[in-house]
């Protein structure tokens, strides 16, 4: 098999290609022949030292793939099973529609503790999915991380249909997931973004309202849109510079999900503001959770989430396709902050 592997902590430069034994799958675990691999902002900090594995992931990055089902570990074929998983390949999906199990040669999607920058990955079976109907399979590997995160922390947060949300970063691989989830779902989506052809593509996406975060400020508008009243949801990856507006851009009894520190992970907040708008502020991270957790969210995605991707509601949002060979090269683009929405390394 064939990785990229970051021979140590720093730049780009540091993504190197190399020969490796391949992989075999172990009890209950899936072998994949990767399709594409998703490129996130996590791989960047993992790059350059700030975001090491968790114990037991490989140690090369890479947090979402597509690809074919090559071979099953011990007792995926008898136990693997999960309620709703439809949309995938007819032959993996059984009479009444209600259970789905990972056969060799299924074309599926990955969530991954690391180990997605390679020709082969080993999962856990219970973090793989069917590529939704009418979906390509390489575009594909745009989805599971996005969705996971996106739908995980929309769900803690309680978002309704009829509620206002804001979504920072529209443009980005989670933010243009986000952005068509929460109008899929039936929510009024505000979206922040830079320029104007990065946020006239955020409106084709489903935003109700698009705020040019270089030009605008993205309280007033939301305070605008609402009528005074305020978002019901904030979606932040930006972290500290953006908490005190992230809260005075809340409704009362609104929730803001923190699931980024692009700038800054300490900031002050306003105690006062926060107890009369009666706001929750929670933060949540997907990596590290435990298998059993990642498993029910898997789940979740495939019974909420994967038939509106096979609706077309929502889509993969693919800036570009980079051969796996030039990892450094999809690590420069994403740290440019030109991308729209997500880089895929296809081996």
């Not at 350059?48 to 099953?72: C, F, H």
């Not at 856990?124 to 575009?139: F, K, N, T, Y």
């Amino acid at each position: 098999m064939f990785l990229v592997e970051i021979s140590a902590p720093g730049g780009p430069e540091q993504l190197v290609l190399r020969e490796a034994p391949d992989l075999r799958p172990g009890p209950g675990e899936v072998l994949l022949r990767v399709a594409a691999a998703g490129v996130n902002n996590a791989d960047l900090l993992q790059r350059q030292g700030l975001y090491p594995p968790p114990d037991g992931a490989p140690a090369w990055p890479g947090l979402e793939v597509s690809g074919r089902v090559v071979a099953l570990g011990a007792g995926v074929d008898d136990d693997v099973a999960r309620a709703g998983a439809g949309g995938g390949a007819g032959p993996s999906t059984d009479d009444d529609g209600a259970r789905w199990r990972p056969r060799v040669g299924d074309e599926v999607v990955a969530l991954l503790d690391g180990g997605g920058y390679a020709d082969q990955v080993v999962v856990r079976a219970e973090q793989v999915l069917p590529v939704p109907a009418g979906v390509d399979l390489v575009d594909a590997a745009a989805l599971p991380e996005a969705a996971c995160t996106v739908w995980s922390t929309l769900t803690a947060a309680r978002l309704s249909p009829g509620e206002w949300l804001l979504v920072h970063g529209g443009s980005g691989g989670v933010g243009s997931f986000a952005v068509q989830y929460g109008a899929a779902v039936g929510a009024s989506v505000v979206t922040t973004a830079g320029g104007p052809a990065r946020t006239e593509r955020c409106r084709t996406l489903g935003a109700d309202v698009v705020v040019d975060h270089r030009s605008e400020d993205f309280v007033e508008a939301v305070r605008a849109a609402t009528d005074g009243r305020g978002a019901d949801v904030v979606l932040d990856v930006v972290g500290a510079a953006y908490l005190d507006r992230n809260l005075r851009s809340l409704a009362t009894g609104g929730r803001l999900a923190v699931i980024g520190m692009q700038r800054g992970r300490r900031g002050e907040l306003d105690l006062g503001l926060l107890l009369t708008r009666r706001a929750t502020v929670l933060g949540t991270t997907l990596r590290s959770r435990p298998p059993a957790e990642k498993a029910a969210i898997v789940a979740g995605v495939a019974r909420d989430v994967w038939p509106l991707v096979a609706s077309g509601a929502i889509r993969p949002v693919v800036h570009e396709r980079v051969p796996l060979a030039d990892a450094a090269r999809a690590h420069e683009a994403l740290a440019s902050g030109d991308v729209f929405g997500k880089v895929l390394l296809v081996p």
